[in-house]
């Protein structure tokens, strides 16, 4: 028995072969055609990322330029923030003042007020002292002629005051210098008693080269009483409305105080 196979005709391999080959071709086409579409497909991608990323450098950009002048701004924002502070510590300091200026006014309000309250009782007391003023001429009207004869003594008297003045003022040229060593006071006193009435007047007189502010006070079955007076040169001080054994003390800075009582 014969095993070998029939070999095949010629053609038959051939029109194989052939077919193979077209096959091989159209698979190739095939594949080319879809590389190719794939190619054009990653083309257009490549393209619009490129656009994108143009795109995003150009907002980038733009983003930059918004950030510099975003720290522009806030580089002036600071420096209107740090001038806007230091306009308010200037006015807090101006406020400042104005409350120590107002504090200042009510104070200088405050002591105008006393002042007129106590100006307002000298008025009431010079009212009263002018009331009393008016009887007392009153009262002289009616003894005038008593009142002509009290003006010759009162006459009498101013010659004896001014002998006694000018020989007081011829002493005192004498005492400054020893005065002026010593704490005594430089004053002279002397009481007079009223025609009409039981009072007496305390003459104060000053031995002093310089005006002298003198303190009084009076002690009596009254109450006390005081005052404050300044003295020219060679000047006196009259106190009235003293009572027998009234108790006056004259004071003044740097020298010993002077007592005396009403009699």
Known sequence: MNDAKPQQ????????SLLGTVAACVVLVVVLIVFGVKVRSLDAKLTDTQNQLAKAKTDAAQQQTELE???SDSTDLQTELNKAKTQQSDLQSQLDQSKDASDQLQTQLDKAKAQSVD???QVDKARAQSADLQTQVS???AGSAQLLTQLDQAKIQSMDLQSRLQKAESDLAQLQPLL????????TTSFEKGHWSSSYTLHVNSLNPQPLTVNI??????????????IGVGGTLDVGKLAA??????????YDPVAVIVQ
């Open 9 to 16: 005709p010629a053609k038959t391999r051939r029109s194989g």
């Open 69 to 71: 002048k975003a720290k």
């Open 119 to 121: 100006l307002q009782a």
């Open 139 to 141: 009262q002289a009207t």
């Open 180 to 187: 002026l060593k010593t704490r005594h006071m430089p004053v």
């Open 217 to 230: 006070t009076i002690t009596g079955s009254g109450g006390t009483r005081t005052q404050s007076n300044v």
């Open 245 to 254: 054994a009234d108790k006056v003390a004259i004071a003044s800075d740097g």
